[in-house]
């Protein structure tokens, strides 16, 4: 194992790194960004092998804490942290101390006191994550946290349709749905624009931001004009719950008026990619025929997810550079 | 190299050539061609990066570059021989190792370099080489170069405190 560089060959420019969380894709570079993806290329490959594990994160232990349910992303995080051989807690806010009232902080303090490394967290209330982070020493992944980021969905989604169109660049992706309580959709806004993708949000207006408009992003309040425009389209869960609050009159009104339907994927101009951060309501926000049909990526936006969040870990996990300084010496 | 590699194992039933990456896997493909051309028979070739299982992981700086692992073929029964470019403190062919024992049981494993340059840290020897060079531990690097990656074939011998394009925590 020597350090087998050329010598002729330039030096290579600081290295990028992803820091010591990872709490949203706003704050990251671009660089950052396609450090992960490149990164997850590679992890593709571990999870199809007979033995679907390497020894990465042996002995580090991580806690999966969820304060909201979750079911995809939390068991997607568990086989992640499992194929890189870490030591893994999940933790539910129903049947834990959390139902006693012990605070977010106490809960993270008690959990480090147990000598943990690194903490996942899912969260109801925004900022949440970066709370956590800045109050204890383990790296924290941002799981989802109220209405602001879901970071490595975001991430998935772009590995996903990078997967697709080899490039991001000035590809033409529109999001459609609940914008407005989306972390999924800040994520991918924050993120497709940092990658040099073309964003598009389609939806009531009722389920858009005030200030969309300083996003940059094209506005469509059709979604037959959103379908003519873009390539891919991201479709997000409706929350039921959305409907008694007053935001849409009726389902049925909304799958008339915005569902993504075969009827009206048809008559766009070019094959449209279909992605869907799950769970689905089929015949509300998307038909049953789009979700499983050619151009749907559903189940491969899945897959990636344990690809991506494998980087994540690796990414954030130890590498301290202070040791690796100390064994230069003799080391190289 | 190629004609060793060929003795070695009896012939070419059952071969396995696997580069570790990167250049590893460059000179693995010379060789594969190679034996193609003394024996007419394409062996499979596969790519293996050991990064992941490092043993100085939790002491690098940055996190290193993880490159494709690719086995065109189930390794079990089969003769593996791993091809790197410059064999050291043999790290790295231990984990290469370990990573092979993940996917499979072959009935050989055996060891191929370019350049031995001496400094092993653990007992690991290679059985072809192409070219022995005595280097003291800590006494310069050893580059190779390869067409593909840098424009050139060469070995280069870059004494200590000689630095152009230094890794920048590359590999212990």
Known sequence: MTAARPADRPRAAAPVRLGKDLLALEPLSSEQIQLVLDTAEPFKEISERAIKKVPTLRGQTVVNLFFEASTRTRISFEFAEKRMSADTVSIAASGSSVQKGETLVDTARNLEAMRIDMVVVRHGSSGAAQFLAERIESNVVNAGDGTHEHPTQGLLDLLTLRDHFGSLTGRRVCIVGDVLHSRVARSNVWGLKKMGAEVGVCAPRSLLPNAIDELGVEVFDRVEAAIEWAEALNVLRLQLERMQAGYIPSLREYNRVFGVTRERLDRAPRDVLILHPGPMNRGVEIDSDVADGPHSVILDQVTNGVAVRMAVLYLLAGGRPELAEAAKGGAS | ?172
Request: overall charge negative; glycine content about 12%.
């Open chain 2, 1 to 172: 190299m190629a004609d060793e590699i060929v003795e070695l194992n009896a012939g070419i039933d059952r071969l396995l050539i696997v580069g570790i990456q990167r250049r590893g896997v460059q000179i693995a493909e010379r060789l594969v061609r190679a034996i193609q051309a003394s024996e007419g028979v394409a062996v499979p070739l596969g790519a293996l990066d050991i990064t992941l299982y490092r043993d100085d992981l939790q002491t690098v700086g940055p996190r290193p570059v993880v490159g494709p692992t690719t086995l065109p073929v189930d390794i079990d029964g089969r003769r593996v021989v791993i091809v790197d470019d410059v064999l050291y403190t043999g790290r790295t062919v231990r984990a290469a190792l370990d990573e092979l024992a993940d996917f499979g049981r072959p009935s050989r494993i055996a060891l191929a370099v370019l350049v031995d340059r001496g400094g092993r840290e653990l007992p690991i020897h290679a059985d072809v080489v192409g070219r022995r060079i005595d280097l003291a531990p800590g006494g310069g690097r050893i580059d190779v170069l390869v067409e593909e990656l840098d424009g050139r074939d060469a070995v280069v011998v870059v004494p200590s405190g000689g630095d152009a394009g230094a890794p920048d925590g590359d590999a212990p």
